[in-house]
């Protein structure tokens, strides 16, 4: 049995479904990759000749498996819709928003796989293989003859440890670049650093403490509340053979991503082990997550002796009320001043860490986002701050509750389907407290003692108290064109915008710098 598995993520990193092909290639089963980012933007459909060539490395298969995301969600439409012209075979829809979203999705596809899927898809295979009814098949729903059939979820497997390593078969696996589909050892050969940005990513653990509101884990988290331990960790000598391997077959990796929701849980114990085995197997330059919470100077000091490089943290607000019954982080300033001072100690040993700040939030009022500038202003310096605009992914807590409070209609103004970087749409989308938000996304890039971003500190006190002044909107609105200038000859946008600001563009500037002017 031929499968094929094809992620329209933007990036080709797809930890699971590398895991599920990995499984079933232990079991005997046959399997191609295929990713299919997208360069310029996350809502960008693909070219016909695009789909023309995916149907050719699709239609000998006898299934067809899709994972995506909610902002690429349109193109797996885009994908379905297409293949199903032309043959009838099964189509089965995956990943993060097919597990929130399963009514959505079955409206194309004809089967949507809920939760984590090694065992599901590894049933369903060998019964499709040997020609038994799968419609039973646990983690699956299926549309068959104008109805759907539900069915409920397994426990959570116990030990990860039971899996085989990611799929990074190169031969086969085939990676869409610039229109183009290439096979993974000529892609690499052409593109060293696309395997992310020169990192290696690597998962040690599934599932997240935290409860965010925002967050699909929280989703997750509630959808397997009686299903096993959420929190599971794989034998890190395991991990760290793992990262061998992946060291061998990309060399010009120039730094590892452990990319757990946060590494610092696990314990002193573990982390001694694998400092150790790193030092002497590895010695590569590392980064890790890191909740607020979870920072231990101790397991800090002990990471650093083996190369941690960077840690990235996310604080998404300083008001400690809106963290609580917005967000649902039960997180003080406290905690995150602590923490970010202990990072701070040793910043002349790794390099700066990342803080991330979300913003665009209707909820916020000018009390919670002055509290989150007070708050970035405390944080000891230097740091790189990271601003995020929110979004109200689909099936979240927050975007029901959006939607409840009549604070969105629906996917259209959720910001899901938007460009991930296309800051200006964010801000127009949500037009709630414009002038605040936009001070803090001025504020984006690296802190030090004198200025956040591109803004000196004490003038940031000014735009804060004089906001309701003419002047000080004045002054802001100069300051964002300067910052949306730099953006657009920034490397990524040139490629977009080919060094030319599109008269669009001129008219999206023009057009917010006078809203600034005119709204708090």
């Not at 803090?440 to 309701?468: E, S």
Request: net charge positive; aromatic share 12%; proline share 3%.
């Amino acid at each position: 049995m031929k499968i094929t598995l094809i992620s329209i993520d933007n990036t080709i990193i797809s930890h699971g479904m590398r895991s599920i092909s990995s499984y079933l290639k232990s079991k005997g089963h046959s399997t191609q990759l295929v990713f299919m980012p997208t360069e310029e933007t996350n809502f960008k459909n693909y070219p016909k000749s695009v789909l023309k060539d995916l149907f050719s490395l699709v239609k000998d298969s006898d299934l067809i498996g899709i994972s995506s995301m909610a902002f690429s969600y349109q193109r797996g439409i885009q994908i379905i819709k297409y293949i199903k012209q032309y043959i009838a075979k099964p189509i089965i829809w995956g990943g993060v928003h097919a597990t929130i979203c399963p009514e959505d999705c079955l409206k194309y596809a004809d089967m949507v796989c809920l939760g984590e899927g090694e065992e599901a898809v590894l049933e369903l295979v060998e019964k499709m293989s040997s020609s038994k009814d799968y419609l039973d098949t646990q983690n699956f729903w299926f549309r068959t003859n104008g109805k759907v059939i539900r069915n409920s979820l397994r426990p959570l497997t116990g030990n990860l440890d039971n899996y085989p390593f990611a799929d990074y078969d190169l031969d086969t696996q085939i990676i869409l670049k610039n229109e183009r589909f290439f096979e993974g050892k000529e892609y690499f050969r052409n593109n060293p650093d696309q395997i992310y940005t020169g990192s290696i990513l690597i998962i040690t653990a599934r599932g997240c403490p935290y409860s965010c509101a925002f967050c699909a884990n929280r989703f997750l988290n509630d959808l397997y509340k009686n299903e096993g331990k959420i929190i599971r960790k794989r034998n890190l000598s395991l991990v760290l053979k793992e990262i061998i391997e992946l060291k061998d077959k990309f060399p010009f990796a120039r730094q590892l991503w452990i990319s757990d929701d946060s590494f610092f849980l696990r314990d002193m114990e573990e982390l001694e082990m694998f400092v150790e085995e790193y030092r002497d197997k590895i010695d590569m330059p590392f980064q890790c997550n890191v909740h607020p919470g979870d920072v231990q100077e101790d397991k800090l000091e002990l990471l650093l002796k083996a190369k941690l490089n960077r840690i990235i943290m996310g604080i998404q607000t300083g008001s400690e009320s809106f963290n609580r019954n917005v967000y649902k982080r039960l997180q003080s300033t406290e905690v995150v001043i602590k923490a970010t001072s202990i990072l701070n100690k040793y910043h002349g040993e790794m390099d700066l860490p990342f803080y991330q700040f979300i913003i665009s939030n209707p909820y916020e009022t000018d009390n919670d986002l002055i509290e989150t500038i007070q708050l970035i202003r405390k944080i000891p310096k230097p740091f790189f701050l990271e601003i995020f605009n929110l979004v109200f992914f689909p099936g979240t807590e927050l975007y029901n509750r959006a939607l409840k409070d009549k604070i969105i209609q629906g996917i259209k103004d959720s910001g899901s389907n938007l460009d991930y970087y296309d800051d200006l749409r964010h801000l127009f989308l949500k037009r709630h407290n414009l002038y605040l938000n936009t001070l803090i996304y001025c504020m984006r890039g690296y802190a030090v003692d004198n200025i956040i971003g591109i803004i000196p500190t004490n003038f940031i006190d000014f735009l804060v108290q004089k906001r309701k002044s003419k002047l000080a909107r004045f002054y802001l609105s100069l300051i964002f064109i300067v910052l949306l200038t730099r953006i657009i000859h920034s490397k990524f946008l040139r490629r977009i915008f080919k060094n030319t600001i599109s008269n669009f563009v001129k008219k999206r500037l023009l057009s917010f710098s006078k809203s600034l002017s005119t709204n708090a």
